[in-house]
Structures are given as structure tokens and as C-alpha cells.
């Protein structure tokens, strides 16, 4: 608990004592809730033990069991240290996720015993007095007791306009203060409050959208789920009532076929990937709120940024000040600007960087400059008005953006700020209304006084993290509420490409000017908040992958509509709260390495997930084939365990754990599918033809059976080397010493999976299927690429005709 600005706070309002913050803690009314988006200890093991093929794999035990071939439970060791291992990983992941959170949490100015204190939000109390200025969010239920602020809603209602907050105005939790400062006590908390109320609905409604990957896992997981059980029945029915096998040899075959038929690990080396990748990033100082962030990230073709706070530094300092040089100006003296600039500041209730500069200047100006006098009215800094406002018994100063307080006007004084606009530097203007009101807006004319110029240095690594973007060709947008030419200017030093082109985007009126702009200019300036959320909208209609970084409370509603949203952790707390991503030190170079994780996973993953799925194919068709034909699945249950933990499960969990920086490119289930179809469809054929051989020549089942193992893993070897190219040094160890583990099961635990001494008839028939398989594969491959080919270049057509249509 820290003290802050105990000196600075409103001595009529004293809050509650400690006393009542104890009683009120006995009663249970904090603001703590029982509504979290990460999963509990219990939830994790339940949702790793309790699964649908958890339930299909103990049916299976119990029925192996029941006909005495235990040989054939060699797939328990695997499932249960799958289960393990998912919940040891969660867990781990669960315990950094939740020590980050914890750094990260929202925080609250509450006054105490009439001392202001800054507290975790969770320790908030019912009628506890919370100090609000702009950036915070509102944490709980409350109503303004003293002050005014304007507030932004449209997280909990959709609308972007910001509300007037007075006192003996309510406000609502989830809601955020856009400008102003006001005094606040907390009437619902914790679960009473709106914001968990809508919470507890979301939740219920599920975990929202999903990532492209852990859709398409789900969508072969669900499919899969769903054909085992009739061709499981089918199987057992022909095997036992058709072939007159035994109850024993008709269960076991059926197993086999669903065992082939399960992808078992791909749950677990996605969970994994993801796992790691968390803990990996959270070491870097970056927090994630939602792990499908890594792979969007690493998917994203078009990154928009804000100026202040990514581009450049957060924090801001005056670089000169000057007077205006308009015929109706009164002031003769820098020192007459700089008395009023000062009176400004010192009753200014903003908080934002352009404030912090100019009461840092004010603190270290000359003493006798400026006289402090008592402001009659104020109107904070609007992002959307871009400008704020002090009354005085002279009149009404404003102090923003020269375009939209000049107006019509403008141009009069366009030329006085354009050196320094063009060195990159904010230039404010401070004049005199003339009208007697601002409360319906400006409608009469400004006087201008002078102007502030800031600079604002651009970040240290700015450049070569731009330079990395440009090589990977994602698009940056500059998206700021600044002068077009001084953001342009910025832009053009930090290194973006084409960030000469800009656009004054109080010109872009209409939607359809809008869209045409994020197809022709780099740099947008004098954006409003909402104008900000219609860019990055129009960028995702037109197909890309939109990420949105920024630190304010200006950059949320656009933060909400991208696809992936970062936000500063020196920036408002709002923005932090509502990002996917947070760079805790709040550097923007850490942008790469975010992106370097998504790709290690989904390129990982997606290698591995093929793996899988070669297996799933060939067990699948095989089924169909057995069928069709009236024969018996030929394999067991200890064979296919045997090939899927050398050929699969192993060197898939290794190989999805190397470094991978490659670019992702297509759709996760397309590509997934390419590479594990021609395998697939190699062992089917082979298996298919040596059953066929096998009943020709009269051969025993448990040869053809052990015949099928060795050719399959041939197969699955050559399968592991085509997709783990290119190789290098890792890859042949993992290659290698699954070979190894292979041929020594196959020597010393024949019994153990199932496997049979061979005549010289099957012998040769085994090498002359090896031989076979592999120029089938390598042609089956060819082919497929081919068709993959075809496909990448007939897609673009066809997404054009569809779009003409």
C-alpha cells in the first residue's frame, strides 16, 4: 500500500476509517469475485483427466481386460502420462500467468481516514472513496460525490460517445474515465457489480472466438470423435459375426482401429506448445491475457501503431515556447505566455503526458512567473475534442491542437508551427475564446496567444524493430491524434516505410473515404478515438490480420476490433486491462519476439499435427478397407502403440520444441492436411496389398500383422524426415534416436508389442513392401504438392470471383 498525494487531496472528504474497512471486510463486502477467465487447479485437472477419448480409452481398458490380452494395454503408459504432463504444464503456466497478473493488476487511489492511498482494486471495500482521473478504469459500481469527469462506456453499452459525470451521477464498472477528476464512493462490489454480472453471463456463453488453430484441432477432434464409435461397432460386428472370430481377436482388432484412429497426443502438444511459449514470453516481460494472441500475432500482416508511447518514448518535454504573431494577439512578452501557461497548468486537473511536461516546466520556471489564480470552471483534455479548457475571471483559455481550436481559422496561423511540425515535434496552441460559453462547443472566434512546442524522442530500438517488420512485410499504419506532418516526420526517423504518405483524417468524413485511405496512406493524423476503431475495421474487411498497439484510453475501442490488441504497461490501466498483450517494461522491441513465439508454435505444431494425423488417415481408410473387403482390421492395439511412440508421439513432442522463425503461411487445417495425406495414404495401400498377399499366399495373421508394423513404420520414418526438413544437427538426433528405440523394441519386447519371428517368405515380402512404399510415398508426394500448387494459385482467382459476385 503506497501514500500518494496525501497533500493534494479534498479536506472535506475523509473516506473510511480502518475500522470500518475491517467490518465491512468481515462482512464479505470487498471487491474480490468468483468470476475469473483462467482456469482453477480443479478445473485444469478435470478438463485434462475428464476428457470424451479419456472415456473411449477406459471402455477400451476395461475391454481388453475383460479377454485377457493385456500385452495390447501398452497405450496406458502413454495416455497417462499425456494426462500428467497436460496438467503439470497448465499448472506451471497457471502459476506464472498468475504472478504477472499479479504485478499487472488494476490498482485504486481510495481515500482513507483522510489520507489518499493507492490499493490492488480487489482490496476495495463498499463505500470506499476512490480518487478518479482520466485512464482509470471504474473497478466497481459508483457515484460521483464530488468533481466531474467524462466517461467512456462503450465497452458495456457499444456507444463511443463520452458522458458528462457529475456529482450525484452514477457510474458503471468496466467503463473508463476518458478526462476530468472526481471523487467517487463504491455502492456494488465485487459479484454485485455490473461488470462481473455481465461476466458471469459471458462465461457461461463459453470462451469466445478461438485461434485458427485450436479451431481446426477441434473440428478433427469432433469428427474424429464422432465416426469411432459406428466404425467401431461396424468392425467388431463384421470381425465376430462375419469372420467368426473370436470374442478376444475381434476386440482386439477393433481397439487397434480406434487407437489408429485417435489423435491422443495433438491435445497435449498444443496445450504444451502453448504452455511453454506463456512462460517463455513472460520471462521477456510480457504478459499475455489470451494465449490465442501468439498465434494472431504471428499471423498479423498489418501492425498499427500509435506515435506517443510506441513510437516514442512516454514521456514528453518542452522544447521551446513562443508567441503568436496574429495582429489581435495582446500578449508583448514570452514571459506573458508563460505567467498564463503556468496559472493553466497549476489548475489543470489533467494527467496525461502532454500535462506532466508542461507542470514539470511550470515547477522549474521562474518563481515570480505566473500568479496562480483561482480557475471559476474547467474542461479537461477530450481525445475527441482535442483540446481542454480553463476559466478564469479574464475569460475562457483553451489549450490543444491548433486545427481544431483555429477552426475555419487555421490557416492564419498554419505557417508560425510548420518548421517545427516538420522536425517532428507536438506543437500546442494556447489562445483566448472570445465567445462567453464553450459548453455547446467553439462557435466563436479564438485569439491565438502562442504556442507550446514539445519533443518527444523517439524509442531506442524503434528502428530495427520497424526494420524487422518491413522484412517480414507487415504493413505499419500510423494511427495518432497528433498534426499529420509532425507524426509523418516521426514516423519517417523511426524508419517505417512509405510513412511520407499521410492524411489529415478530419478529412475522412465518410466511411467510404475511410476505406479508401488504409489502402493509400501509411500515416493517419487528427484521428478521434472512434475514427481510430473505423481504420482498423476497414483494414480487417479488406482480409488482413490487424494487431493495435497503444498505451491511452483513446486506443481502446480500436484495441477491442483488432484482431490483436497490445497495449504499454505505462499507458492507462484501461488499455492494459482490455489488451491481449502487455509489455510489462513497456518496450516496443519486445514486438518480435512475441511474434518469433507464434510462429515456433503454430509452424511447430502444425509439423507435428501431421504426424498425427498420418496415423488417424491410414487407420481410418484401413477401417473402411476392412469393410468393404470383409477382412479383419490386421493390426493390434500393442503394434499400433508401437509405431505411434517412435514414428509420432516422441519425435513429435521433441520436434514441436525447436526454435522456428519461418513465416506461417496458409490455413493450419489445409496445410496439416497436405503433409499428412500422402503418408496416409502410402500406408493404407501397403497395408491393403499385404493383407491381399497374405490370404494369397496363406500367410499366417500374426506375420502379416508383424509385417504391417515394420512396414508402417518405414513409412512413418520417411515421413519424419520429409517434414522435418531442413535437417540439421537437432533433428538427425531426434531421428536417429527414435530408430534406435525402434529396432531395440523390436529385438528385445517382440512379446511385449506383439510381435512375431518371421519366415524368409515374409521376410522378403517385408523388405519388397519397404522398397515399395517408399517410391510410393515419394511419388504420392509430388503429386500432392502439385495439387497444393495448383490450389495456392487457383485460391487468389477464386477469392476475386467471389468477391465480384
Known sequence: MDDTNANQINPSIRGLTENEVKKRIEKGLTNQTDISTDKTTKEIILSNTLTYFNLIFLIITVLLILVGSFRNLTFLPIIIGNTLIGIIQELRAKKTLEKMNFLNAPHADVVRDGVLQQIRS????????????????????????????????????????????????????????????????????????????????????????????????????????????????????????????????????????????????????????????????????????????????????????????????????????????????????????????????????????????????????????????????????????????????????????????????????????????????RVLLFGRYEGSSIANGLSDRVTPLGFVALANPIRENAVKTFAYFKSQDVAIKVISGDNPKTVSQIAVQAGIDNAESYVDATTLDTDTKIKKAVREYTVFGRVTPKQKQKLVQALKKQGHTVAMTGDGVNDILAMKDADCSVAMASGSEAATQAAQVVLLDSDFAHMPDVVYEGRRVVNNVQRSASLFLVKNIFSLLMSLFSVIFMITYPLEPAQISLVSMFTIGAPGFLLALEPNRDRIKGHFLTNVMFKAFPGGLTDVIAVGALVICGEVFALPEESIGTIATMVLCVVGFMILFKISEPLNKMKYGVIGLNIIGFIFSGFFLKKLFALTDLSNICVLLMVVFGFAAESLFRYLTLLVEKLQEYYKKKKPKLKKYLELK
Open 122 to 425: 480487489e482490496e476495495l471495500v463498499k463505500d470506499d472513496v476512490i480518487l478518479l482521473t482520466a485512464g482509470k478504469q471504474i473497478c466497481a459500481d459508483a457515484v460521483v460525490i464530488d468533481g466531474g469527469i467524462q466517461v467512456n462506456e462503450s465497452l458495456l453499452t457499444g456507444e463511443a460517445d463520452e458522458v458528462e459525470k457529475t456529482s450525484g451521477s452514477s457510474l458503471l464498472s468496466g467503463s473508463f474515465v476518458v478526462s476530468g477528476e472526481c471523487y467517487a464512493r463504491l455502492e456494488k462490489v465485487g459479484n454485485e457489480s455490473y461488470i462481473s454480472k455481465l461476466s458471469m453471463e459471458a462465461k457461461t456463453m463459453g470462451s469466445g472466438e478461438q485461434s485458427e488453430m485450436i479451431r481446426s484441432i477441434n473440428l478433427i477432434v469432433k469428427w474424429v470423435g464422432i465416426i469411432i464409435i459406428p466404425i467401431g461397432l461396424i468392425l467388431f460386428w463384421q470381425s465376430h459375426f462375419v469372420n467368426d472370430d473370436s470374442i478376444r481377436k475381434s476386440v482386439t482388432s477393433t481397439v487397434a482401429a480406434i487407437l489408429g484412429m485417435i489423435p491422443e497426443g495433438l491435445y497435449l502438444l498444443t496445450t504444451i506448445a502453448l504452455a511453454l511459449s506463456t512462460m517463455n514470453l513472460a520471462k521477456r516481460k510480457v504478459l499475455l491475457h489470451d494465449m490465442k494472441s501468439i498465434e494472431t500475432l504471428a499471423r498479423v500482416d498489418v501492425l498499427c501503431v500509435d506515435k506517443t508511447g510506441t513510437i516514442t518514448e512516454p514521456v514528453m518535454s518542452v522544447k521551446d515556447m513562443f508567441l503568436s504573431k496574429d495582429s489581435r494577439n495582446p500578449l508583448k512578452t514570452t514571459d506573458e505566455l508563460k505567467g498564463l501557461l503556468i496559472d493553466y497548468t497549476a489548475a489543470s486537473q489533467d494527467n496525461n503526458a502532454t500535462m506532466e511536461a508542461l507542470k514539470k516546466y511550470a515547477d522549474e520556471a521562474d518563481g515570480s512567473v505566473g500568479k496562480h489564480r483561482v480557475p471559476l470552471d474547467r474542461l479537461a483534455f477530450s481525445s475527441s475534442l482535442k483540446y481542454g479548457s480553463i476559466t478564469f475571471s479574464d475569460g475562457i483559455y483553451l489549450l490543444g491542437a491548433p486545427e481544431f481550436i483555429m477552426r475555419d481559422d487555421y490557416a492564419s496561423i498554419e505557417k508560425e508551427i510548420l518548421p517545427y511540425a516538420e522536425k517532428g515535434d
